[in-house]
């Protein structure tokens, strides 16, 4: 089962979930308030017109990668679907009354895991998913947008944890990671949908429109023998 949380705005940032048929023997045995569907698809991320469309039809929910199983369940879906995960399952269960011995079979076989997410590869494939309606308040804060939803804003639209001095400078997200220092001002003239993050060995400046690139940003520093430090 997947929770899928209710879409309050035509976001492009999450994947989304399309709700299929109602299963009302659920919803009468929990007893409760919230809504169960049978999983129609699994959507990524769309664009600004699709996300509308999403938003509008009332048959998507944002796809939150919160889910509910049972070992036996989700063993199955690996057995279904990824082999030869459960034979490193088995592997790591055989040492596991060791911490050093796990420790040093989880060093020697990690690196040749197969690199993939629960959702590709089970939730998108399996025929038994469930989405649950989730009516809580969520947020996603693993993209630097989202901090607009949680920074207090001055006139111009900036969101700043920092000390900020700005002329002509509007609707950006600026954001001091500075530890046990001081912090300096951020100036800013004439930027506009910019994100400015200052950290102890370095700062990056980013459209707001190209945040979901920070991560190949990252990525790129990362494989560079120069800059590899500052991941």
């Known amino acids: 089962m997947t929770i899928g949380i209710q879409p309050t705005q035509p976001a492009t940032s999450y994947g989304y979930i399309k709700e299929g048929g109602k299963l009302e023997a659920a919803q009468r045995a929990i007893k409760g308030k919230t809504k169960f569907n049978k999983v129609d698809r699994f959507v990524e991320k769309p664009n600004a017109a699709k996300a509308r469309r999403f938003l509008k039809s009332g048959q998507y929910r944002w796809n939150a990668g919160m889910f509910v199983w049972s070992v036996q369940t989700l063993m199955h879906a690996f057995q ?101 220092r001081k912090q300096q001002a951020i100036a800013l003239v004439g930027m506009e949908d910019c994100i400015v993050v200052q950290t102890d060995d370095a700062c990056m400046v980013a459209s707001k429109s190209h945040g979901q690139q920070i991560k190949a940003l990252v990525q790129k520093l990362a494989a560079d023998p120069v800059f590899r430090h500052l991941t």
């Open 80 to 180: 279904t679907h990824l082999p030869e995960m459960v034979e490193a399952f088995e592997s790591w269960k055989q040492v596991a009354g060791s911490a050093k011995k796990l420790a040093a079979q989880l060093e020697e076989d990690y690196p040749n895991v197969t690199r993939i997410s629960i959702d590709y590869a089970l939730m998108e494939k399996a025929s038994n998913t469930v989405v649950a309606s989730g009516v809580f308040d969520w947020d996603d804060l693993g993209s630097w947008t989202a901090l607009e939803r949680h920074l207090k804003s001055d006139g111009e639209g900036n969101c700043s944890k920092a000390s900020l001095v700005q002329v002509d400078s509007s609707n950006n997200i600026i954001f001091d990671a500075r530890k046990g």
